[in-house]
């Protein structure tokens, strides 16, 4: 079993940096795959970025290739999400998540734990 909390939401102007963070528990976190998604207002989730367990394999949404990070600290059970270039479009929440795999995968059916998420909004 695995939890996820996000920390480092919040309220940024157009251009600035947020970085957020995913603490998980459960002894075997290192070896999931672990994701962030995204839901802005009447959109449906979508998925932003994830990473392997030993972080040598990284994937990103083409909306967020070259200005979002995503990198994982396994001795810290952390996970984070540099974010950089903020644009209004990238207000929602943002949730992390987790899947009992070792294959990185984008589709949010494939992740079997969620986070209870963190606000992201970017004033033009």
């Known amino acids: 079993q695995v939890q996820l909390v996000e920390s480092g939401g919040g309220l940024v102007q157009a251009g600035g940096s947020l970085r957020l963070s995913c603490a998980a528990s459960?002894?075997?976190?290192?070896?999931?795959?672990t994701g962030w998604f995204r839901q802005a207002p009447g959109k449906e989730r979508e998925f932003v970025a994830a990473?392997?367990?030993?972080?040598?394999?990284?994937d990103y949404a083409d909306s967020v290739k070259g200005r979002f990070t995503i990198s994982r600290d396994n001795a810290k059970n952390t996970v984070y999400l540099q974010m950089s270039s903020l644009k209004p479009e990238d207000t929602a929440v943002y949730y992390c998540?987790?899947?009992?795999?070792?294959?990185?995968?984008?589709?949010?059916?494939?992740?079997?734990?969620w986070g209870q998420g963190t606000q992201v909004t970017v004033s033009s």
């Open positions: 990473i392997g367990w030993s972080g040598g394999t990284t």
């Open positions: 459960g002894r075997t976190f290192g070896s999931h795959v």
């Open positions: 998540a987790a899947r009992s795999s070792r294959v990185v995968q984008t589709a949010r059916q494939l992740y079997d734990y």
